[in-house]
């Protein structure tokens, strides 16, 4: 158990680390750019580490952390909205922000009953709203990126930048699964209890899940030069050209555009 119990420790420093540093990362890409949707995107990363810090370091209540969870939510379907639905017409994405915001409303009165007399039949209930909760958010975040990424697949634009909308696509759909292995779990022991096997096995895949998801939308967004020559291997670029994050949202806002009413809604 002592070993378990090490491995936990590192699982959960990486967990907390990689989620801290993203939401760092991001806030100052904000500052440095001035973007609308950069600033919602940092706010839900920022917040999304600071619930899991709060839930794993610090002993207040868990509504705590079921409320800034909520509210990184919704900030990551304005996220989703202003980066691939701004010029659209359709109503879709204000219908999507809805149905978030009425889900947060049922996944804080799911937590806070859970609170007050815990039960198998409202632990299983909880997991599974969280799971549709979780994945109108983060399916609806793949979706839009891989409709971004099928209209621009046949452009003539440097690979890295179609791989930014191929990796934040998968890795979005792979994170809408995470809360489907909490079942695993027995509904009486506390999330992330080394003590118990089962727990701990469920944190590790759950915090892996978690981690692949922040370092793909990290290495996405803010990709290194060594990554994008790594992409643009073989691609005779006709000027090379450095975009800037607003040029970058410009160049994909106008191939949407270009791309017909196909894939829309």
Same mark, same amino acid.
């Given at each position: 158990?002592?070993? /378990?119990?090490? *491995?936990?420790? #590192?699982? /959960?420093? +990486?967990? *907390?680390? =990689?989620?801290?540093? +993203?939401?760092? !990362?991001? %806030?100052?890409?904000?500052?440095? $750019?001035?973007? @609308?949707? &950069?600033?919602?995107? %940092? =706010?839900?990363?920022?917040?999304?580490?600071?619930?899991?810090?709060?839930?794993?370091?610090? $002993?207040?209540?868990?509504?705590?952390?079921?409320? /800034? &969870?909520?509210? #990184?939510?919704?900030?990551? =379907?304005?996220?989703?909205?202003? $980066? !691939? @639905?701004?010029?659209?017409?359709? %109503?879709?994405?204000?219908? &999507?922000?809805?149905v978030t915001i009425i889900n947060s409303l049922i996944f804080f009165v799911f937590n806070l009953l859970r609170d007050i007399a815990d039960s198998a039949p409202l632990y299983y209930a909880t997991i599974v709203h969280d799971f549709i909760y979780r994945s109108i958010i983060f399916g609806w975040l793949g979706w839009s990126s891989l409709v971004a990424y099928k209209k621009i697949k046949d452009q003539n634009i440097e690979p890295w930048i179609k791989a930014r909308y191929k990796i934040v696509s998968s890795v979005s759909f792979l994170i809408c699964f995470e809360r489907i292995v909490r079942i695993f779990q027995p509904w009486y022991q506390e999330f992330g209890d080394p003590n118990y096997l089962e727990s701990y096995v469920v944190f590790g895949i759950i915090s892996i899940m978690a981690i692949i998801f922040a370092v793909g939308f990290a290495l996405a967004w803010f990709m290194p030069g060594w990554f994008k020559r790594f992409l643009n291997k073989g691609y005779q670029a006709v000027v090379d050209k450095e975009y800037s994050e607003e040029e970058l949202m410009d160049l994909i806002k106008r191939e949407l555009s270009n791309g017909g009413t196909n894939g829309n809604n």
């Open positions: 158990m002592d070993f /378990l119990f090490l *491995l936990f420790q #590192a699982f /959960l420093l +990486v967990f *907390l680390g =990689v989620y801290l540093g +993203v939401g760092i !990362f991001f %806030s100052i890409r904000a500052l440095q $750019t001035r973007l @609308h949707h &950069i600033i919602y995107g %940092s =706010v839900s990363f920022t917040l999304m580490a600071i619930s899991q810090i709060i839930a794993f370091l610090f $002993t207040f209540p868990d509504i705590i952390e079921t409320i /800034l &969870i909520s509210i #990184a939510f919704v900030m990551c =379907v304005i996220f989703t909205n202003l $980066t !691939f @639905h701004k010029e659209k017409k359709s %109503s879709l994405p204000f219908l &999507i922000l809805i």
